[in-house]
């Protein structure tokens, strides 16, 4: 497959200009020219050190969230998320979130994609999606308003929940890396 | 499969602020107060209309995009996106987009998802991604800053690129819609 559209010329930012807009949102607004010469103002949501989805299994279930879902105003079906600590590695936020908001430790996490971006037109932010095997109880405090709800599946209720057009189960980024870890798993080709 | 905890009393939002912070960005902050009693603030950004996204497929092929990430700073392997204008129909918005991002009109477009939700902790956007066949050449105009390229991918290199950990389509978003839409046309169980 021929991908080299890929490595296309970046265009030219000519200015940058960062501004922190409330308590949790910081926005940088830049000037681009294109290699066409076109030119356009882009604007992005800063993010410091990124996020991370867990993905755990404990061998016959996947074990997903119910969570406060501020944006939407609803709870929503999803997975253990969370984000990267100043310094701290992803794989260390991962099973560190696993044990704050589900009680669980991992002591096998493996990378579902080296990166998975959310909304890269906006959004500076990159999640790391980890497969969370080999689960075994440890609860450490977090800072959740109220104890997350967790909702046990079987790999074929995920596949129903992610095929089903009209199911519960909507979130991008859940649903990309329950795929991921589905197929990992050998229960999706 | 329980899924009664999605039904959990919702948050009371005791208060709204809601204010442009730049050009294109809207940010409201709420006041929460949770069924047990804990109190946060939360901010989301706002959105108007919602977005879509198209998976078009061409009978043998998937047509991906590669297309300028603002946020990310570089060319990014994706889907035809864009915001949904005011009074227009999610369905009409997809077929645009498709005329005017790669030139092609589909006469047939299967919704994948009631609802895709992007990042429902803190964007309000809801996306509605569609499976676009029985293409047909048809370009109109388009707000691009310089044209969009086209990449055709048969189902299996859209399924090597997925499940590859270290493959160049890490975009949240298009991976769920392409994984619907592989199944829907029975590339993938």
Partial sequence: MDLSALKKQLPTITSRNVFKVSKIFTVEQNHLVFSNGAERDYERIKSNNGAVMCVPFDGKHFILTVEYAGALERYELSLVKGKIDDNEEAIVAANRELQEEIGFRAN???????????????????????????????????????????????????????????????ESRTIAALTLALHKLGFLS
Same sequence: chains 1, 2.
């Fill in 108 to 170: 096998h996490l493996t990378l579902l994609k080296d990166e998975l971006c959310v909304a890269p037109g906006m959004l500076e932010l990159r999640m790391y999606a980890y497969l969370c095997t080999d689960l075994q109880v440890n609860k450490l405090n977090g800072d959740e308003p109220e104890a997350i709800e967790c909702v046990y599946l079987t790999p074929s209720e995920v596949k129903e929940l992610i095929f089903n057009s009209k199911s519960c189960l909507t």
